[in-house]
């Protein structure tokens, strides 16, 4: 069985072939080098052929994982802040126009949830009917799993988790909103944090050259992992609105299993496991002793393994 995973985000449009569910070829390409959503979605097109025919294997599903809001039930992109352009995009109809097989489309971090979701099923030991994934990368998103099943709410919005505001006076989201927990903790937020720092304190800092170059969310945790004062003050104010979005994230669907993924991430076990600590602290009782916390186990693929996973996981 040949499967398609489509992972569209902002910075990259990546496609993967998957057979018995291992990933065996993958392609890639900037999403600013598309003029238009109309370009990207040929591009995808055409790489799908070349890998479909590239196999003896059958294609039998296309699962695609895309920033939100988007609705699941028609396949439409809606307005996701972080894919600029993509506006009332159709893009379940625009692929099943070629391929004649079933294509689901989803928010991204529904799908890594439910790639975490699928491979746990795997292993009695780990096996779990209730799981948050967060997604902490450029932007923030979340992804739950509520008794088997996917939630997806009334329009496919639900667990729209990272535009919900946690500091009214915070920093600016690309949704409109102040102090939403995208805002707070992404990378896009930890550079916007830094930046607002530098400019009414850089003092020595060690990132002060760089106020008018591109800091990424990379430098500021490496200077902070570095003892640089004011980019570790921007990391613990960081993390503890990540322990304000973890434990609320416990509150509002008492999972079984809270996985983190995304690129912020990679920074380590220093960055997060403090602010889940945090998080313990300000849970209720009764809540915080059954929860597991871990990070994902896909790496930078997570979005290829989601998006196919999506396809075994709605027709079964």
Known sequence: MGVIGVDIGGTNVRIGWFENNQLTAKRAENTRSFATPAEAVAYIKNEIRALSQASETELTGIGVG???????????????????????????????????????????ANAAAVAEYVSMQSYASRRAENIVYMTISTGVGTGVVCDGRLLLGHSGGAAEFGHTVIRPDGVECGCGQQGCIEAQISGTGIVKRMRAALEKDGGDTELNALLKADVTSSDVLIAAKNGDALASQVVTDVQEDL?????????????QVLILGGGVMSAGDWFWQPAVEQARNRMMAGMKEDVMFRKTVYGEDLGLFGAAALVSFFER
Not at 79 to 93: A, E, I, Q, T, Y
Not at 243 to 255: E, F, G, M, Q, T
């Open 66 to 108: 895309a920033p939100g809001p988007l609705d699941p039930f028609r396949g439409l992109i809606i307005s996701p802040p972080n894919l600029h352009g993509w506006r009332g995009v159709p893009l379940k109809s625009w692929l099943e126009d070629g391929f004649d097989v079933p294509v689901y489309v989803h928010n991204d």
């Open 243 to 255: 322990s304000i979005a973890i434990s609320n994230a416990v509150h509002a669907y008492n999972p």
